[in-house]
Protein backbone atom coordinates (compact mmCIF):
# COMPACT_ATOMS: atom_id res chain seq x y z
CA UNK A 1 0.00 0.00 0.00
CA UNK A 2 1.77 3.39 -0.68
CA UNK A 3 1.76 5.65 1.57
CA UNK A 4 -0.09 8.24 -0.39
CA UNK A 5 -3.22 5.35 0.05
CA UNK A 6 -2.20 4.61 3.35
CA UNK A 7 -2.62 8.22 4.68
CA UNK A 8 -5.79 8.32 2.48
CA UNK A 9 -7.52 5.65 4.29
CA UNK A 10 -6.37 6.26 7.78
CA UNK A 11 -7.52 9.69 6.96
CA UNK A 12 -10.99 8.72 6.23
CA UNK A 13 -11.56 6.22 9.20
CA UNK A 14 -9.71 8.83 10.95
CA UNK A 15 -13.41 10.91 10.29
CA UNK A 16 -15.14 8.29 12.28
CA UNK A 17 -13.02 8.13 15.22
CA UNK A 18 -11.44 10.77 17.73
CA UNK A 19 -9.39 10.93 21.44
CA UNK A 20 -10.69 12.63 24.07
CA UNK A 21 -8.78 13.72 27.07
CA UNK A 22 -7.82 17.61 28.51
CA UNK A 23 -5.56 18.09 31.59
CA UNK A 24 -6.14 20.78 33.66
CA UNK A 25 -3.84 22.42 36.40
CA UNK A 26 -4.34 24.75 38.94
CA UNK A 27 -0.97 27.39 38.96
CA UNK A 28 0.29 28.42 42.87
CA UNK A 29 -0.24 31.48 44.60
CA UNK A 30 2.47 33.70 43.62
CA UNK A 31 4.22 35.28 46.69
CA UNK A 32 4.05 39.24 46.89
CA UNK A 33 7.98 39.14 46.72
CA UNK A 34 7.93 37.20 43.14
CA UNK A 35 6.56 38.60 40.36
CA UNK A 36 4.22 36.47 38.65
CA UNK A 37 4.87 35.27 34.96
CA UNK A 38 2.33 35.48 32.70
CA UNK A 39 0.96 32.46 31.19
CA UNK A 40 1.85 31.17 27.92
CA UNK A 41 -0.31 31.63 25.45
CA UNK A 42 -2.80 28.79 24.96
CA UNK A 43 -2.01 26.44 21.84
CA UNK A 44 -3.56 27.79 18.69
CA UNK A 45 -6.68 25.89 17.65
CA UNK A 46 -6.83 24.10 14.62
CA UNK A 47 -8.68 25.21 12.00
CA UNK A 48 -11.66 23.27 11.18
CA UNK A 49 -10.92 20.29 9.06
CA UNK A 50 -14.07 20.90 6.06
CA UNK A 51 -14.15 17.04 5.28
CA UNK A 52 -14.69 16.41 9.02
CA UNK A 53 -17.63 19.03 9.28
CA UNK A 54 -18.88 17.30 5.98
CA UNK A 55 -19.07 14.83 7.71
CA UNK A 56 -20.02 15.50 10.81
CA UNK A 57 -23.18 17.21 9.65
CA UNK A 58 -24.18 14.70 7.48
CA UNK A 59 -24.31 12.31 10.26
CA UNK A 60 -26.21 14.59 12.22
CA UNK A 61 -28.36 14.86 9.12
CA UNK A 62 -28.77 11.51 8.27
CA UNK A 63 -29.31 10.22 11.82
CA UNK A 64 -31.64 12.73 12.61
CA UNK A 65 -29.89 13.66 15.76
CA UNK A 66 -32.80 15.81 18.15
CA UNK A 67 -31.93 18.32 20.47
CA UNK A 68 -32.29 16.02 23.55
CA UNK A 69 -29.70 14.01 22.45
CA UNK A 70 -27.55 17.20 21.07
CA UNK A 71 -24.87 17.28 24.29
CA UNK A 72 -23.84 13.71 23.92
CA UNK A 73 -23.82 14.32 19.72
CA UNK A 74 -21.43 17.37 20.68
CA UNK A 75 -19.26 15.10 22.59
CA UNK A 76 -18.92 12.34 19.17
CA UNK A 77 -18.62 14.95 16.63
CA UNK A 78 -15.77 16.32 19.17
CA UNK A 79 -14.32 13.37 19.17
CA UNK A 80 -14.10 13.08 15.87
CA UNK A 81 -12.76 16.11 15.45
CA UNK A 82 -10.01 16.12 17.82
CA UNK A 83 -9.53 12.47 16.14
CA UNK A 84 -8.76 14.00 12.81
CA UNK A 85 -6.28 16.74 14.10
CA UNK A 86 -4.20 13.80 15.71
CA UNK A 87 -4.09 11.94 12.83
CA UNK A 88 -3.46 14.79 10.51
CA UNK A 89 -0.72 16.25 12.76
CA UNK A 90 0.99 12.75 12.88
CA UNK A 91 0.89 12.19 9.50
CA UNK A 92 3.02 15.55 8.94
CA UNK A 93 5.23 14.55 11.59
CA UNK A 94 5.63 11.89 9.38
CA UNK A 95 6.23 13.13 6.27
CA UNK A 96 8.51 15.58 7.58
CA UNK A 97 10.44 12.55 8.92
CA UNK A 98 10.60 10.31 6.10
CA UNK A 99 13.44 11.08 3.97
CA UNK A 100 15.95 11.00 7.38
CA UNK A 101 13.82 7.59 8.62
CA UNK A 102 15.57 4.22 9.09
CA UNK A 103 14.00 1.46 8.26
CA UNK A 104 13.97 1.13 11.80
CA UNK A 105 12.46 4.60 12.46
CA UNK A 106 9.51 4.11 9.67
CA UNK A 107 8.76 0.87 11.95
CA UNK A 108 8.06 2.80 14.77
CA UNK A 109 6.32 6.03 13.33
CA UNK A 110 3.92 3.51 11.65
CA UNK A 111 3.31 1.63 14.95
CA UNK A 112 2.63 5.35 16.88
CA UNK A 113 0.12 6.15 14.27
CA UNK A 114 -1.43 2.17 14.23
CA UNK A 115 -1.43 2.90 18.07
CA UNK A 116 -2.99 6.28 18.07
CA UNK A 117 -5.66 5.26 15.48
CA UNK A 118 -6.44 2.10 17.78
CA UNK A 119 -6.98 4.26 21.03
CA UNK A 120 -8.58 7.14 19.03
CA UNK A 121 -10.77 4.14 17.69
CA UNK A 122 -11.67 2.64 21.40
CA UNK A 123 -12.11 6.72 22.37
CA UNK A 124 -14.65 7.08 19.67
CA UNK A 125 -16.40 3.57 20.48
CA UNK A 126 -17.10 5.04 23.96
CA UNK A 127 -18.81 8.26 22.88
CA UNK A 128 -20.37 6.35 20.00
CA UNK A 129 -22.07 3.97 22.52
CA UNK A 130 -23.76 6.75 24.68
CA UNK A 131 -24.97 8.01 21.10
CA UNK A 132 -26.44 5.05 20.25
CA UNK A 133 -28.18 4.33 23.35
CA UNK A 134 -30.23 7.68 23.12
CA UNK A 135 -30.93 6.70 19.40
CA UNK A 136 -34.48 6.03 18.73
CA UNK A 137 -35.46 3.01 16.79
CA UNK A 138 -35.34 4.18 13.44
CA UNK A 139 -32.21 6.33 14.20
CA UNK A 140 -30.62 2.90 15.66
CA UNK A 141 -31.81 1.14 12.07
CA UNK A 142 -30.28 4.11 9.95
CA UNK A 143 -27.19 4.63 11.85
CA UNK A 144 -26.87 0.61 11.58
CA UNK A 145 -27.61 1.28 7.58
CA UNK A 146 -25.24 3.94 7.29
CA UNK A 147 -22.20 2.07 9.40
CA UNK A 148 -23.46 -1.17 7.01
CA UNK A 149 -22.72 0.90 3.94
CA UNK A 150 -19.26 2.76 4.78
CA UNK A 151 -17.97 -1.21 5.85
CA UNK A 152 -18.83 -2.55 2.93
CA UNK A 153 -17.87 0.31 0.68
CA UNK A 154 -14.41 0.45 2.27
CA UNK A 155 -13.94 -3.50 0.58
CA UNK A 156 -15.36 -2.91 -3.03
Not at 105 to 116: C, I, R, V
Amino acid sequence: MTSSLLRTSIAAVALSFGLCGAAFAQAPAATPAVAATPAPAPAPVPAPNPAVEQRINALQSQLGITPAQTPLWSAFAQAMRENAATTEQLFQQRASAAVTMSAVDNMHSYATLAKTYADDTASLSTAFDSLYASLSPTQKQAADTLFRQQATAKKR
